[in-house]
């Protein structure tokens, strides 16, 4: 058995599990104050969809930037760097006065995100050097994001009826100033590789600006018609940057992007089933709120309890991953994980306007638990298919794919789900008719969300087999 590791390690783990927790915290506690937002600002449903995606959009596009800076100029100075954008952009967006200003904090915002978490899954792999060590930490990492989305709808729902949606943001403010001290004080210093190269400046542009583009056709295509002009022009440039992207990384000599990564199977195994994950899970929490919030009128607090038994498995699923990774290695726990959560998610096709959690709780704990079985596993083949050199590499391309799974499964998802339903009245409960319109569409994205998740299990099942 492996000797107990001294404290220092833990004390920097938990800073960057708790940075960890407020970064999804922030995304699983704004689902529930959309209604409101929307009430008080006059906002769209194309506009409450950009308060998820801003942030998202912001976080996913400059990922790689965010590791590849760690790994040249210090993963602990970047961290703590991180921690004061997500600062700076949570008072912003607390303190808008439209929605604009809200959307430009949200942005600022996910900028945090984006440069801490490719360095938090860096000084997790370089403290703890033991695998089964490494495993149960990457699992309560994991964790932490389970908590956040089981504690987030809940705690949003109470911070709005009690103080109003503005506090969603502002309450992050003081919690951001004693992590940054934390950070100073107990965060691992790694050592770091200087670079004389110049920055790939194309690549940042060419990935960030084709993720947009790309997203911002999927969501705007829902308003504007899929047809339109400015939605096939922002389509097919950012198709076009992303494909320009390969020829020019595989010319560096220090790429943004090392996209020979993807010739290994188990990394490129990891990473499409990241996507898939996030694209199937995290769209359908957003909407799950808007279930009980829109078609059968529960207030805030009771949609956050509505939907807490997801990020509660979540949480135990993740935490119990890390264990079996540990004992057994990735690839058993990550196969039942998404077969399961592909079977969990098509037996919710059940849900009807006037279904009541009772019938459909343990549906959502077995959703929740089954994907977080399946994270631990990925982020281990993702991390472990590179040398230490390259981790905040490889670590931002893996999360960089779970946020685009997470900004696709947003749009397309919500696409499907308002596609018959009028583009006015957001946030306000849905009469008996569009009450059946939003649960046929609703169907309609739990069979995209179900099938797709065991499409992945079968191919990373057939993949690995020839690894």
């Known amino acids: 058995m492996p000797s107990p590791l001294p404290r220092g390690p833990w004390l920097s783990f938990a800073v960057v599990a708790v940075a960890l927790f407020l970064s999804v915290l ?146 992050n403010a003081p919690c951001c100033l004693v992590l940054l001290w934390c950070a100073a004080r107990f965060v691992t210093r790694i050592p770091h590789a200087e670079s004389d190269n110049n920055f790939d400046w194309l690549g940042l542009v060419l990935s960030t600006f084709g993720m ?64 898939v994950v996030f694209f199937a899970f995290v769209g359908a929490i957003v909407y799950f709120s808007a279930f009980f919030l829109q078609v059968q009128g529960r207030t805030a607090v009771e949609t956050g309890l509505d939907i807490s038994a997801i990020g ?38 059940r849900l009807e306007p ?3 959690i009772g019938a459909i709780w343990w549906d959502f704990a077995l959703v929740g638990g089954a994907v977080g079985a399946s994270l631990t596993p990925m982020v281990t083949i993702a991390i472990g298919a590179v040398d230490k050199s390259r981790t905040g590499m490889a670590s931002a391309v893996h999360n960089a794919m779970r946020q685009l799974g997470q900004v696709l499964g947003v749009a397309v998802l919500g696409a499907l789900i308002y596609a018959r339903l009028p583009r006015s009245g957001a946030g306000g409960r849905l009469n ?13 994205a739990l069979w995209l969300s179900g099938l797709a998740l065991l499409a992945a299990a079968i191919g990373a099942m057939a993949m690995l087999r020839r690894a």
């Open 212 to 275: 947009a583009a790309v997203t911002f056709a999927i969501i705007n295509g829902q308003d504007r018609g899929w047809l339109a002009p400015p939605i096939v022009a922002a389509a097919a440039l950012g198709v076009a940057a992303l494909i320009v992207f390969v020829p020019w990384e595989l010319r560096r000599r220090e790429p943004l992007v090392d996209v020979r990564l993807f010739l290994q199977p188990a990394f490129t195994i990891a990473n499409v089933a990241a996507l």
């Open 26 to 171: 922030s995304m699983s506690i704004v689902a529930v104050a959309l209604p409101e937002i929307g009430r008080a600002l006059g906002a769209t449903p194309t506009d409450l969809q950009w308060i998820i995606d801003a942030y998202v959009l912001v976080y996913a596009s400059l990922l790689i930037a965010g590791g590849v800076a760690g790994d040249r100029r210090g993963r602990k100075g970047v961290f703590m760097l991180g921690i004061v954008a997500f600062g700076t952009g949570t008072l912003i967006a607390g303190l808008a006065p439209d929605i604009r200003v809200l959307l430009l904090g949200r942005a600022v915002q996910g900028l945090g995100p984006a440069l801490i978490i490719p360095g938090s899954l860096t000084i997790i792999t370089a403290t703890f050097a033991d695998f089964r060590q490494r495993s149960a930490a990457l699992g309560l990492w994991s964790t932490s994001s389970g908590l956040a989305l089981a504690i987030g709808p809940v705690l949003g729902g109470a911070v709005v009826d009690a103080f109003g949606w503005r506090w969603v943001f502002l309450a």
């Open 312 to 349: 509660v498995a979540y949480a135990f699923g993740a935490a119990l991953s890390g264990r079996l990774v540990g004992r057994f290695g990735p690839r058993v726990p990550m196969l039942g994980g998404l077969a399961l959560s592909g079977i969990a998610t098509l037996a919710l096709l």
């Open 432 to 444: 008996p008719t569009q009450a059946v319109l939003f649960v046929a569409g609703l169907h309609h």
């Open 354 to 356: 006037d279904t009541g």
